[in-house]
C-alpha cells in the first residue's frame, strides 16, 4: 500500500518511519525546500544556530519578592 505524509516536522518524520517499517510504501512531502518543519538548524556568519518552536507558559502560581 501507498500512503503520503503531509509535513517534514520531527513527528511526521518518525510516523513516516514507522509506516514504512510496517511495510508501507511512503512519500513525504512538504511545502518547504528543507526537512525539519520549524525545528532546523542554519549558518550564520560560520556558526550553526539552531531554530526550533519555544512555548513559554505562565507560571501556575504568582511569582512574589
Known amino acids: 500500500k501507498k ?3 503531509i509535513g517534514s516536522s520531527p513527528v511526521m518524520l ?3 518511519t ?3 517499517k510496517q511495510g508501507f510504501d511512503v512519500l513525504v512531502v512538504d511545502s518547504n525546500v528543507r526537512y525539519g518543519g520549524m525545528w532546523r538548524s542554519r549558518v550564520i556568519k560560520g556558526i550553526e544556530i539552531d531554530q526550533g518552536v519555544i512555548i ?3 507560571s501556575p502560581t504568582p511569582i512574589r519578592s
Open 3 to 5: 500512503v503520503c505524509v
Open 14 to 16: 518518525i510516523k513516516a
Open 18 to 20: 514507522h509506516l514504512s
Open 56 to 58: 513559554l507558559k505562565a
